[in-house]
């Protein structure tokens, strides 16, 4: 896994599927098994090291991985930026090829299907996310 460009988790767990020290500098995470409350598919320690992207904030940290992270992002010690504000041009994509960027994919499918798309496009070389 610490070689991986994409990591995408897809499951029903209900705790994390991997440690944060195995994500590389690079690497794109989603989630998109926790969509129900107490679902946990990443590590809380990967977000504070990543930049965190959504669906929807609010229901991300109702039943998305965020919700482990919650307090921290009301307290704005954490930062999470709606998937929609970065395909309008609202707020930035990934800014450089070391970040880690992490996807909590909660439940808009058709946002689902373009961030796979520009993730292919932007690995491929034939257009870059942000």
């Given at each position: 896994?610490?070689?991986?460009?994409?990591?995408?988790?897809?499951?029903?767990?209900?705790?994390?599927?991997?440690?944060?020290?195995?994500?590389?500098?690079?690497?794109?995470?989603?989630?998109?098994?926790?969509?129900a409350?107490?679902?946990?598919?990443?590590?809380?320690?990967?977000?504070?090291?990543?930049?965190?992207?959504?669906?929807?904030?609010?229901?991300?940290?109702?039943?998305?991985?965020?919700?482990?992270?919650?307090?921290?992002?009301?307290?704005?010690?954490?930062?999470?930026?709606?998937?929609?504000?970065?395909?309008?041009?609202?707020?930035?994509?990934r800014?450089?090829?070391?970040?880690i960027?992490?996807?909590?994919?909660?439940?808009?499918?058709?946002?689902?299907?373009?961030?796979?798309?520009?993730?292919?496009?932007?690995?491929?070389?034939?257009?870059?996310?942000?």
């Amino acid at each position: 896994m610490r070689q991986a460009d994409i990591v995408v988790a897809a499951t029903p767990s209900r705790e994390p599927l991997f440690q944060a020290d195995w994500v590389s500098d690079g690497t794109h995470v989603t989630s998109m098994g926790s969509d129900a409350p107490g679902k946990h598919e990443l590590p809380t320690e990967l977000f504070s090291k990543a930049s965190l992207f959504c669906d929807l904030p609010s229901q991300s940290v109702q039943i998305g991985d965020f919700q482990h992270v919650r307090h921290e992002i009301e307290a704005g010690r954490l930062a999470v930026t709606a998937i929609g504000d970065v395909i309008e041009g609202r707020a930035p994509g990934r800014r450089s090829e070391e970040q880690i960027t992490v996807f909590d994919s909660s439940g808009i499918s058709l946002q689902d299907l373009y961030m796979a798309d520009a993730l292919i496009k932007a690995k491929s070389g034939r257009g870059a996310i942000g």
